[in-house]
Structure formats: structure tokens, C-alpha cells
């Protein structure tokens, strides 16, 4: 089993999700759709910027240097993005649930 699965995999053990949790199974559920749906992954990005501001970065910075919008990028852009998205959503739930053992 590969990290993404794994750390979801916990996740989807708890009692109650957060909405931080929830969103990371969102997030992994449009990574790993096949085939990939461009819309509802563009919609999941928006979602997450604008749930989480830090998130923000990592699309606009994109988007500055492509001088495109999320609907102009390609599928791989998308998908690179709701990647990076899930990392620091994965890196900063994992750093949470340390601080409250």
C-alpha cells in the first residue's frame, strides 16, 4: 500500500472526520479518479484554496508563470496541483495529530 492510500486509509478509521479530513479524501478521491474528470478536479482546487489561503500559492504561482487560467492548464497541471494541495494538507493534519498524542 503506497503513502496516499495509507494515510487516507487512516483518516477513514476516525470516528468523526474533521473537515480538514474530509477534505483530504476529497482531494485523494480526485487524484485517483480514472478516468480523470478535469472539472470536478478544477472544483476541488478552488475548494481547497479557498478553505485553506495556503494553499492559494500553489496555484497561483503556477498560473503566473503559465499565464493561464486553471481551466486553460493541462490535465497534468491540474493533477500536479491537487497533488501538491494533498501533501501539505497530509503534512499539516499529520503534524496536528502529533501535537494533540
Do not use: H, W
Not at 494541495?85 to 502529533?98: D, K, N, S, T
Amino acid at each position: 500500500m503506497d503513502f496516499i492510500s495509507t494515510g487516507t486509509e487512516i483518516l477513514k478509521q476516525e470516528n468523526v472526520l474533521t473537515p480538514r479530513q474530509k477534505d483530504i479524501i476529497d482531494t485523494e478521491k480526485e487524484m485517483l479518479k480514472s478516468p480523470f474528470d478535469r472539472n470536478t478536479a478544477i472544483g476541488q482546487v478552488e475548494k481547497n484554496c479557498m478553505s485553506y489561503p495556503e494553499l492559494a500559492l500553489g496555484v497561483t504561482v503556477p498560473i503566473a508563470i503559465r499565464g493561464c487560467s486553471l481551466e486553460q492548464m493541462t490535465n497534468d497541471d491540474i493533477l500536479k496541483i491537487l497533488q501538491l494541495q494533498f501533501g501539505i494538507l497530509m503534512a499539516e493534519e499529520g503534524v496536528r495529530g502529533i501535537r494533540n498524542q
